[in-house]
């Protein structure tokens, strides 16, 4: 061979070499964050077979590349987050985090996806700085605020007479804000909120508490609570009888997911979200169907947040063609698209949280059901931040 022929063999050689690298593009490594264990667990794997479904549905595939999972359990334990968050970026190094359902956590997770300028999607935790003085491009939600659905229980409450209102809730970022929500809410329609209770997360001796509602006598209270808590709260405020006197109010989480283990004590409450079990559109007709063959369990709004989590990073990759390095195009388009979610299509604020309806629902039987638009494409203020 001659050294001209030579090099024209290697030359090509190399070509389909790179042609081959081209066509095969690592898989993507989707660090999921979330706690499975405690009383949060349920809601972390619903998050987890949520997001799995979605790209299951795509073959197994976003924009062409393969899903690699990394996973650390967060115990819903602020204190570890920082260390955890750190397992899936520096350990793992992950291209995209997943995570996660406690807010003290997500906080954690927010500050060391900005100093690394990890790409972040939340699937639930709703702390109203991740989309507000921390806000930052390679941060999405794709859940909600704290504010927004205590603000559109407030507004509800408000319209129905509510005067004098009590809240309790855990002492920690999410209560906090879902509380303030509401009150924000309470206020326009002329009601206040005349004492807030609250305990240290996640303990459950809500005895001294009921016993001081008892006495108080306020027109309703307003909870949050979610996961196991949720269950053994609502349980006891049927217990102590109040149920019948002074009407618990709530964002969605009281009653997500917990309805067939709060059984009889949980039938009629009213909550606020922005998701229902029983809303009749075929999307989600045809994601409830898809989850209850693939999980053998009924959706719930954890499920939906963990899909719409996938169908935003499907969103951003598809805008680069998978290329990661393509940062800009990703961040973009993930606050342009419009997501088709089953709980009804919903866009991203500039600050990276959804602007969407949030409903009124009633707990009937096992289901969260519809009853009305409690307000109709709610963006959070998104107070604090500068993009
Ligand atoms: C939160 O910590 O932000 C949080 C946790 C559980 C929920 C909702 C919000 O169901």
Same mark, same amino acid.
Request: charged share 20%; glycine share 10%.
């Given at each position: 061979?001659?050294? $001209? +022929?030579?090099? @024209?063999?290697?030359?090509?050689?190399?070509?389909?070499?790179?042609?081959?690298?081209?066509?095969?593009?690592?898989?993507?490594?989707?660090? +999921?964050?979330?706690?499975?264990?405690? @009383?949060?667990? &349920?809601?972390?794997?619903?998050?987890?077979?949520?997001?799995? +479904?979605?790209?299951?549905?795509?073959?197994?595939?976003?924009?062409?590349?393969?899903?690699?999972?990394?996973?650390?359990?967060?115990?819903?334990?602020?204190? =570890?987050?920082?260390?955890?968050?750190?397992?899936?970026? %520096?350990?793992?190094?992950?291209?995209?985090?997943?995570?996660?359902?406690?807010?003290?956590? #997500?906080?954690?997770?927010?500050?060391?996806?900005?100093?690394?300028? /990890?790409?972040?999607?939340?699937?639930?935790?709703?702390?109203?700085?991740? /989309?507000?003085?921390?806000?930052?491009?390679?941060?999405?939600?794709?859940?909600?605020?704290? $504010?927004?659905? *205590?603000?559109?229980?407030?507004?509800?409450?408000?319209?129905?007479?509510?005067?004098?209102?009590?809240? !309790? @809730? $855990?002492?920690?970022?999410?209560?906090?804000?879902?509380?303030?929500?509401? @009150?924000?809410?309470?206020?326009?329609?002329?009601?206040?909120?005349? =004492?807030?209770?609250?305990?240290?997360?996640?303990?459950?001796?809500?005895?001294?508490?009921?016993?001081?509602?008892?006495?108080?006598?306020?027109?309703?209270?307003?909870?949050?609570?979610?996961?196991?808590?949720?269950?053994?709260?609502? =349980?006891?405020?049927?217990?102590?009888?109040?149920?019948?006197?002074?009407?618990?109010? *709530?964002?969605?989480?009281?009653?997500?997911?917990?309805?067939?283990?709060?059984?009889?004590?949980?039938?009629?409450?009213? /909550?606020?979200?922005?998701?229902?079990?029983?809303?009749?559109?075929?999307?989600?007709?045809?994601?409830? =169907?898809?989850?209850?063959?693939?999980?053998?369990?009924?959706?719930?709004?954890?499920?939906?947040?963990?899909?719409?989590?996938?169908?935003?990073?499907?969103?951003?990759?598809?805008?680069?063609?998978?290329?990661?390095? %393509?940062?800009?195009? !990703? /961040?973009?388009?993930?606050? %342009?698209?419009?997501?088709? &979610?089953?709980? *009804?299509?919903?866009? !991203?604020?500039? #600050?990276?949280?959804?602007?969407?309806?949030?409903?009124?629902?009633?707990?009937?039987?096992?289901?969260?059901?519809?009853?009305?638009?409690?307000?109709?494409?709610?963006?959070?203020?998104?107070?604090?931040?500068?993009?």
């Amino acid at each position: 061979m001659t050294p $001209w +022929l030579k090099l @024209t063999t290697l030359a090509a050689l190399a070509g389909m070499a790179g042609l081959a690298h081209a066509q095969a593009k690592p898989p993507l490594k989707v660090g +999921l964050m979330l706690p499975y264990t405690g @009383t949060y667990a &349920s809601l972390g794997n619903m998050i987890e077979n949520g997001f799995k +479904l979605y790209v299951q549905e795509q073959g197994g595939k976003l924009a062409g590349r393969e899903i690699q999972y990394f996973k650390v359990d967060d115990e819903s334990e602020p204190s =570890k987050g920082t260390d955890n968050v750190n397992k899936l970026i %520096k350990r793992d190094q992950v291209d995209v985090l997943v995570g996660t359902v406690h807010s003290g956590v #997500a906080l954690a997770m927010a500050k060391a996806a900005r100093e690394n300028n /990890t790409l972040l999607i939340i699937p639930n935790a709703g702390a109203d700085a991740i /989309t507000g003085p921390m806000c930052a491009a390679n941060i999405v939600r794709s859940s909600f605020s704290n $504010w927004q659905p *205590g603000y559109a229980m407030g507004i509800v409450a408000g319209q129905r007479g509510i005067k004098r209102a009590m809240t !309790i @809730t $855990w002492n920690y970022a999410a209560g906090a804000e879902t509380v303030k929500g509401f @009150t924000e809410g309470l206020e326009k329609g002329g009601g206040k909120v005349v =004492k807030d209770l609250t305990l240290p997360f996640p303990n459950v001796e809500f005895q001294a508490l009921l016993t001081e509602i008892a006495a108080q006598k306020p027109d309703a209270v307003y909870a949050f609570f979610a996961g196991g808590g949720a269950v053994k709260f609502v =349980k006891d405020y049927a217990a102590a009888g109040l149920n019948k006197t002074i009407p618990l109010y *709530g964002p969605g989480f009281l009653t997500d997911g917990t309805l067939e283990a709060q059984g009889s004590s949980a039938q009629g409450l009213l /909550t606020t979200l922005h998701y229902a079990d029983n809303l009749d559109t075929p999307r989600n007709n045809a994601f409830r =169907k898809s989850f209850a063959l693939t999980y053998k369990a009924n959706a719930d709004v954890y499920a939906v947040q963990g899909y719409d989590a996938a169908q935003l990073l499907a969103a951003g990759l598809a805008a680069a063609k998978g290329d990661l390095d %393509k940062r800009d195009v !990703i /961040t973009a388009a993930m606050r %342009k698209t419009v997501v088709d &979610s089953p709980r *009804g299509k919903f866009s !991203i604020s500039p #600050a990276g949280n959804p602007v969407q309806d949030m409903y009124l629902r009633e707990a009937k039987g096992q289901n969260n059901e519809f009853k009305a638009v409690a307000v109709k494409a709610l963006a959070d203020p998104a107070r604090g931040c500068k993009m």
